[in-house]
């Protein structure tokens, strides 16, 4: 990715999520666990959560084919001291979003996903296909 997609991304980010009442940080990522680009967070623990995340997000639209649930449209974790908010973004692409407990939920869930639709509107990363075994 170029460093105007980074810095585009990263404009993005910051300008919609630094509304949420105790964010601390975001990545964006490729299905695959890939780091795409992170906000507020060193890149170790980017890449460390880009990685751990893309396998919750995987699960939850696995669950959903299975139930015929549709695209699944945000992801909640509550944690003692954290909220991680899970969101689509794009074809391939997922948003994680870490805050305080001092977030809103409704305002987190709903800044979360407006940030995703306008990274998705023009960030695209194709999922991965298998090929055939050699």
């Given amino acids: 990715m170029t460093t105007t997609a ?3 991304i990263y404009s993005v980010l910051d300008n919609n999520l630094s509304r949420i009442a105790g964010i601390e940080g975001a990545v964006l990522l490729s299905n695959d666990g890939i780091r795409l680009s992170d ?14 995340s893309s396998g919750v997000a995987a699960t939850m639209k696995a669950i959903s084919r299975e139930i015929d649930g549709g695209r699944v449209i945000r992801q909640l974790v509550e944690m003692d001291d954290r909220y ?3 969101v689509g973004c794009g074809e391939g692409s997922t948003l994680i979003v870490v805050t305080s407990r ?8 709903g800044e979360a ?22």
């Fill in 6 to 8: 980074h810095d585009m």
């Fill in 39 to 52: 906000y507020r967070l060193d890149r170790d623990q980017a890449e460390r959560i880009a990685a751990a």
């Fill in 84 to 86: 991680l908010c899970i």
């Fill in 102 to 109: 001092k977030a809103r939920l409704g305002e987190l869930g």
């Fill in 113 to 134: 996903v407006r940030t995703a639709q306008a990274l998705g509107e023009w960030l695209g990363t194709p999922e991965r296909v298998q090929g055939p075994a050699s």
